[in-house]
């Protein structure tokens, strides 16, 4: 039974830091390509940051220099570390898996950034 588990999220000011987490079971998480997406409030679920198998990243050009993606393979987990948050980060942040014709969905994990 595939599994994503998000955890991590919260109420912060503007400023502080987070870290959410992912982990995973049921698939073969090393070989797949990993992401986190977040959805505000009637919005579209955007791409956040990305993680390939080889540890290449990308982020969307809104979070760019203050998140980071990792992934720890041997634990199946998979990480974002959200720094100087501000109120527009304020969104459900999903983790999701991908490898063709497969892909995954956790089931979100809150984030609200208060001014």
């Known amino acids: 039974q595939v599994q994503l588990v998000e955890s991590g999220g919260g109420l912060v000011q503007a400023g502080d830091s987070l870290r959410l987490s992912c982990t995973t079971s049921g698939f073969p998480f090393n070989n797949y390509l990993m992401a986190w997406y977040r959805q505000a409030p009637g919005k579209r679920r955007d791409v956040v940051a990305t993680i390939d198998r080889d540890f290449s990243t990308a982020y969307a050009d809104s979070v760019r220099g203050r998140f980071t993606i990792s992934r720890n393979n041997a634990k199946n987990t998979l990480y974002l570390h959200l720094n100087s948050l501000k109120p527009e980060d304020t969104a459900v942040y999903y983790c999701?898996?991908?490898?063709?014709?497969?892909?995954?969905w956790g089931q979100g994990t809150q984030v609200t950034v208060s001014s």
């Open positions: 999701h898996g991908d490898r063709v014709p497969y892909n995954h």
